[in-house]
């Protein structure tokens, strides 16, 4: 299946600084990105769409000033928590969507677990 | 009510058992299904994916579909305990800048 490169896996820093996640699609062109927020063994939370080349698209509830979503080119979407807090730790997962034919299936990146100290 | 609804478990199997996982959907829009597995620390891993009612084989899997009762199954024949993880249900409406919606996810535990 299609590949979805997400970097880094795993980033720790300090409280009041940024940390920026990307998620490449490696074979395919992906148009809209989706950013998941998961907490341990619970499911994964639709924090925003990100669009090439036109603004993300944030669920109820995200702040868009604090989790900045770029997409500057087909192939890449970044994400960035901006002044991130202790209760910013939490795994980010990207996704694409692809289509073949008719149907369409969603890729994953790897996740990318971000702890604040 | 919540659009997927999903037994979170934990289920506990011995190995070579079959597994039976399910969803339920509320939204008749949904036309898309997807069947994920999810180990710990780790980014969800397709499994399956259909768009119509009826069953979908592959290798060991199944997925089952039932448009006019809502409700979307799993099945994983002689499981492992490889197949030890968390399985995500997930769904949307046709279109790929349409969102997914996620089930919880079910804990499976396969027993060596």
């Known amino acids: 299946g299609a590949v979805v490169s997400q970097h880094p896996s795993r980033v720790i820093c300090k409280s009041g600084t940024s940390v920026k996640i990307e998620c490449r699609s490696l074979?395919?062109?992906?148009?809209?990105m989706f950013w998941y927020r998961q907490f341990p063994k619970q499911s994964l939370m639709l924090m925003a769409t990100?669009?090439?080349?036109?603004?993300?698209?944030?669920e109820q509830g995200v702040e868009k000033d604090k989790f900045l979503i770029n997409h500057a080119s087909l192939t890449l979407s970044t994400l960035t928590v901006t002044s991130a807090h202790p209760e910013d730790s939490s795994f980010y997962i990207c996704?694409?969507?692809?289509?073949?034919?008719?149907?369409?299936?969603?890729?994953f990146g790897q996740g990318t677990r971000l702890t604040v100290v | 009510q919540k659009e997927v609804e999903q037994d979170p478990g934990p289920l506990s199997v011995p190995e070579g058992a079959i597994v039976s996982l399910n969803c339920t959907y509320s939204?008749?829009?949904?036309?898309?299904f997807m069947w994920y597995r999810q180990y710990s620390r780790k980014g969800p891993e397709l499994l399956m994916y259909t768009y119509s009612s009826g069953n979908k084989e592959d290798g060991r899997f199944t997925a089952q579909v039932d448009k006019s009762s809502k409700y979307i199954s799993l099945f994983i024949r002689d499981s492992q305990p490889s197949d030890s993880a968390t399985y995500l249900c997930?769904?949307?409406?046709?279109?790929?800048?349409?969102?997914?919606?996620f089930g919880t996810g079910t804990l499976l535990a396969v027993q060596p």
């Open positions: 996704s694409a969507r692809v289509y073949f034919e008719l149907n369409t299936e969603a890729f």
């Open positions: 074979d395919f062109q992906a148009t809209t």
């Open positions: 990100s669009n090439e080349g036109s603004k993300a698209t944030y």
């Open positions: 939204n008749s829009a949904f036309q898309y």
């Open positions: 997930a769904m949307s409406a046709l279109g790929a800048t349409n969102k997914l919606i």
